[in-house]
């Protein structure tokens, strides 16, 4: 389950309760979405109670890209570790392949809007990176947002300790990322779904954009097997071996999203929703875009 940006911080905690009594167990996080605290404060209370115990559950957190230089690492990931009130994390990766520059702003900008780079340099970071494995912060370390070159340069890096255990990226039929997906799985590297939904309640949505959610034919394939769309567009990515991971605060959704393992979409059902494929990218960061290590640049 992710807890995203845009949530307010009581209504975090009582998501995450939520979803651990609805039996969910992995919990995607990032520093950048300021809500860790209130994360680590829904874990502690259950844990407390005895519902779950920490080996139970698998946390994830982002080592978020002003974080990039390669001393900075360490402390990043030891702040969100604080915050969570945890002494390690499952995975944590980085978030984006673009470094920014250093300081308390997520978003370091030029007079034109454009952020301003760090010049680290990928390789660097990941070096670091495995530094948090050894030292027991993290039990394995992955990426978010790489495409297949950028991937293709850890993996090729000479004294390479470890490979990036997953890559989580957006992910719908609206973007079906078959060669991204094909690549990793190849490279034994997992596949996490970011914004499964097409991320509605994104504050930069325009009318216009498409609506999976509200989408004709998916609801068409959801009633057939008396699914709401959004179980719908869940059960798309299980079935392709790949790790979804849905956002939600409403109790009731939360529990919603978790019943889609008692159904199976047909062959023909999967393969039109990989139809509906029109390369739509919600998360396009258009900020970085001139960032020497903007990943949507590249096919995939």
Not at 184 to 213: H, M, N
Not at 244 to 264: A, G, Y
Request: glycine letters at 4%; charged letters at 25%.
């Amino acid at each position: 389950m992710q807890k995203w940006m845009e949530s307010p911080p009581g209504q975090v905690t009582a998501a995450v309760m939520a979803a651990i009594d609805a039996g969910y167990r992995h919990f995607d996080g990032a520093y950048a979405y300021q809500n860790e605290k209130e994360v680590g404060d829904a874990i502690q209370q259950k844990i407390k109670e005895g519902v779950v115990k920490r080996e139970d559950l698998f946390i994830v957190s982002k080592l978020w890209s002003t974080f990039h230089e390669r001393h900075l690492v360490k402390g990043a990931c030891q702040k969100t570790l604080a915050d969570l009130k945890l002494d390690y994390l499952d995975l944590y990766l980085i978030h984006w392949p673009s470094g920014f520059k250093a300081g308390e702003d997520l978003f370091p900008t030029d007079d034109n809007g454009m952020v301003i780079p760090s010049n680290t340099d990928l390789l660097e970071t990941w070096e670091a990176m495995e530094e948090l494995v050894d030292a027991g912060l993290a039990k394995a370390i992955g990426i978010s947002n790489f495409n297949h070159e950028q991937i293709e340069r850890i993996l090729n890096k000479p004294g390479l300790k470890y490979k990036p255990a997953n890559n989580q990226i957006e992910c719908h039929p609206y973007l079906i990322q078959e060669k991204l997906i094909n690549y990793c799985q190849s490279k034994g590297i997992a596949v996490t779904a970011y914004s499964p939904f097409g991320s509605p309640d994104r504050p930069w949505a325009k009318p216009e954009d498409p609506s999976l959610l509200d989408d004709p034919k998916i609801k068409e394939i959801a009633a057939k097997h008396n699914k709401t769309a959004a179980q719908v567009l869940l059960r798309f990515h299980i079935q392709r071996n790949v790790i979804v991971i849905p956002k939600s605060v409403t109790p009731q959704r939360i529990v919603e999203n978790f019943k889609v393992f008692d159904f199976e979409l047909t062959k023909e059902e999967m393969a039109t929703l990989l139809s509906f494929n029109r390369h739509w990218r919600m998360g396009i960061v258009s900020q970085a875009k001139t960032h020497k290590e903007y990943p949507f640049h590249a096919e995939y």
